[in-house]
T-cell receptor, first 111, second 114 residues
Framework: NAGVTQTPKFQVLKTGQSMTLQCAQD?????MSWYRQDPGMGLRLIHY???????DQGEVPNGYNVSRSTTEDFPLRLLSAAPSQTSVYFC??????????FGPGTRLTVL | DAKTTQPTSMDCAEGRAANLPCNHS???????VYWYRQIHSQGPQYIIH???NNETNEMASLIITEDRKSSTLILPHATLRDTAVYYC???????????????FGTGTRLTIIP
């Protein structure tokens, strides 16, 4: 049972490039979420999903897309990277009733 | 979800009990209090949660005041590995939508002193 896995661990992009951050969980959790954490700040919700085929926006969705075609995977796409998207990105999963389990994070730098 | 207020930082001597306060004066009757912590730059880790009764597990104890407007997380015998940022979060009750979108504040940075 690997829990929540995220790839890559580190990524450097140039402004304007696009990329996909991967998130997978093997706990059969219905709920999955993406957060970003800027230095000295708490986590802020980007997008979330309550089941396959269902996604919705969080607090800071601009510049990001998500889809949820399977229960296990919830990729986050950066459409055109900007320096303001330099951050640490965390994926989380849970059942509707229990605590969230977080992945180890992806550290993204946009130059 | 109700807003929470926590001290920015706290120190605690190793081996002593660490008491972390949280104010949530606008909490609703169907909202739980959750505590998570984040060690260094790792993903947050669940600690404990409660509705109105005191709760205890292998990691910590949670004391919620009778009016539910504040709570205290207690780490009974703090170790150096407990140095982390601790987040107090209020969210809707189990079984309702809300578990997918936690609202994190800036938390309390707890430093355990050798």
């Amino acid at each position: 049972n690997a829990g929540v896995t995220q790839t890559p661990k580190f990524q450097v992009l140039k402004t304007g490039q696009s990329m996909t951050l991967q998130c997978a969980q093997d706990m059969n959790h219905e709920y999955m979420s993406w957060y970003r954490q800027d230095p000295g700040m708490g986590l802020r919700l980007i997008h979330y999903s309550v089941g396959a085929g269902i996604t919705d926006q969080g607090e800071v969705p601009n510049g990001y897309n998500v889809s949820r075609s399977t229960t296990e995977d919830f990729p986050l796409r950066l459409l055109s990277a900007a320096p303001s998207q330099t951050s640490v990105y965390f994926c989380a999963s849970s059942t509707p009733w229990d605590e969230q389990f977080f992945g180890p994070g992806t550290r993204l730098t946009v130059l | 979800d109700a807003k929470t207020t926590q001290p920015t930082s706290m120190d605690c001597a190793e081996g002593r009990a660490a008491n972390l306060p949280c104010n949530h004066s606008t909490i609703s009757g169907n909202e739980y209090v959750y505590w998570y912590r984040q060690i260094h730059s790792q993903g947050p880790q669940y600690i404990i949660h409660g509705l109105k009764n005191n709760e205890t597990n292998e990691m910590a104890s949670l004391i919620i005041t009778e009016d539910r407007k504040s709570s205290t997380l207690i780490l009974p015998h703090a170790t150096l590995r407990d140095t982390a940022v601790y987040y107090c979060i209020v969210r809707v009750a189990k079984g309702n939508f809300g578990n997918e979108k936690l609202t994190f504040g800036t938390g309390t940075r707890l430093t355990i002193i050798p």
